[in-house]
């Protein structure tokens, strides 16, 4: 899903100095990625570039499994900047994990969406700026590290709950002993469930008076990249991603931006639009998308798309594009795409 941001990924001061550790020449990564030896010292690259770098991480490495193992647990804690530095030195995990879903947005592309429900915290991983999945090993990588941020916070050895993969991850079993618990490959999404229990765990890492200075600084430069956003974008990007099995509504979209349900509907205006308008565009963007994966059928389309009722789908889209679901897949997709209904099961690792 795009994001309403410039394409620009900050690359962690430390990186470079973590795969040295594990014996791969920055020069390397690199050539395998087909990127220029400049790109070493380049504080900032594109999307494409930073995938790039992770997949020839991956490929130099072998196994995906180890590859996200050994480099979540020898990237030195000096070696943060500050957006995670933050997160380290936080009161408690829960505090830890909701300043980490707030300054990622300063250091794309991976979005954090954070859920507490029950005896569960879910974290799903979404993507900016592209359509296009992240490599397995910057998935694997994002989701390791959560866990080793409330190991390293806490002192405590925590395990998760459940991780789910879209993709094949390799050693599901070393997976599997470094995550303390089942690995799902396959999946529709890629999230962490961790025990809600170990949210309210101490940091024995808080620094009260560090936070105190990198705060303000934190909050005033996303900030000010919010505001530099066209509202717009940013309301279509929340709508997708909440679309889900129901129409997110006008008050819980402003209260993610952080603002009154009039304050968004009156900035709106002020862009020549509407909450309205941009539901029934983004609903109709996310049908042509979710269409063109021939593994999902009609109904799980409508679905992912907040239509409980799929004639109430088919009438919507019969609107937009002046056919059926079912003809538009067949026309854009050919006779090559999978029929309706024929889903890949995913595998669950016991």
Not at 222 to 246: F, P
Request: aromatic share 8%; glycine share 6%.
């Amino acid at each position: 899903m795009k994001s309403y941001t410039s394409d620009r990924i900050k690359i962690p001061p430390g990186f470079w100095a973590g795969l040295r550790k594990l014996g791969i020449a920055a020069h390397d990564v690199a050539r395998k990625a087909r990127l220029p030896l400049t790109i070493i010292t380049e504080s900032v690259v594109t999307t494409a570039q930073y995938f790039a770098i992770w997949q020839a991480y991956s490929d130099l490495i072998g196994d995906t499994a180890k590859g996200i193992i050994k480099l979540a647990t020898v990237f030195e804690t000096a070696k943060y900047p500050p957006t995670v530095l933050a997160t380290y030195h936080a009161r408690d995990y829960r505090d830890a994990l909701n300043r980490m879903a707030r300054y990622k947005q300063l250091c794309p592309p991976e979005s954090l969406r954070i859920t507490e429900e029950g005896e569960h915290c879910t974290i799903e991983l979404e993507w900016l700026y592209t359509e296009q999945p992240g490599p397995p090993m910057l998935v694997g990588i994002t989701l390791a590290y959560l866990l080793e941020l409330g190991r390293r916070g806490t002192g405590q050895p925590l395990t998760a709950r459940f991780v789910e993969f879209t993709h094949s991850m390799g050693d599901v079993q070393a997976l599997e002993a470094y995550f303390g618990c089942r690995i799902r490959t396959g999946a529709k999404c890629n999230r962490l469930t961790l025990h809600r229990r170990d949210l309210d765990r101490p940091f024995v890492s808080y620094n009260e008076e560090l936070l105190e200075i990198l705060t303000p600084v934190l909050d005033r430069s996303l900030d000010e990249q919010q505001r530099s956003r066209s509202i717009t974008e940013m309301v279509k990007w929340i709508m997708k991603r909440s679309l889900t099995g129901g129409r997110p509504d006008i008050q819980a979209v402003a209260k993610e931006l952080s603002m009154s349900d009039r304050t968004l509907q009156r900035r709106l205006t002020d862009e020549n639009t509407s909450f309205k308008h941009l539901l029934t565009q983004g609903r109709h963007e996310q049908a042509r998308e979710y269409l063109a994966d021939p593994s999902l059928d009609i109904k799980e389309v409508a679905f992912l798309i907040g239509y409980e009722d799929q004639n109430s789908f088919y009438r919507a889209f019969r609107h937009w594009e002046g056919d059926t679901p079912s003809n538009w897949r067949t026309e854009h997709l050919g006779t090559n795409s999978i029929s309706e209904g024929q889903l890949g099961m995913p595998t669950i690792h016991d």
